[in-house]
């Protein structure tokens, strides 16, 4: 009977899913996330030098998808289903051991990539005293970020303006 269904169902990203798939896809994921992560705790502190390695690391590789401020708003302007999770809310809830597994092994078609092969734990490590930092930015943190974040932005824009050749009028 599935096999009759599913092909006739919109599998779009830009459609949301009904409650029956998103109870399902939510249940499976967080049980076999939870079924295979470890017990083990971050063994770093989050120390300003560790802080800002894993801020380094996060906005290199995660910035992208779930935004400077761990917000889920994804600087590639496009549409994720499930959504890209917002760093700063029920992830948070996510043991340390949890968001490591997570962050190394990826959640199949769901946009979120594996980076535990071309990583070193540290660094995965470091982006996870980030993400719990982020749930905790002072205002000045959160100015500063985003203000950082307009500056890129607008190197990035002005390159690419330069970049490409002007059209004939």
């Not at 899913?17 to 017990?39: K, Q, Y």
């Amino acid at each position: 009977m599935a096999f009759l269904v599913l092909p006739s169902m919109s599998w779009s990203a830009t459609r949301r899913p009904g409650p029956v798939e998103n109870f399902l896809a939510r249940h499976i994921t967080s049980n076999w996330i939870r079924h295979n992560a470890d017990e083990q705790s971050n063994p770093f502190r989050p120390t300003p030098e560790n802080l800002r390695a894993g801020q380094v690391d996060f906005d290199g590789h995660c910035s992208g998808c779930h935004g400077v401020t761990g917000n889920g708003e994804n600087q590639i302007e496009a549409d994720f289903y499930p959504p890209v999770a917002a760093l700063t809310g029920d992830t948070q809830k996510w043991s340390d051991a949890e968001l490591y597994f997570i962050i190394a092994n990826g959640i199949r078609m769901t946009g979120m990539p594996g980076f535990g092969k071309k990583h070193d734990p540290k660094e995965i490590w470091g982006v996870i005293l980030w993400v719990r930092h982020l749930a905790h930015l002072s205002p000045q943190e959160k100015a500063a970020i985003e203000s950082r974040m307009r500056m890129m932005t607008e190197q990035h824009e002005k390159m690419m303006k330069t970049a490409r050749p002007q059209q004939a009028e």
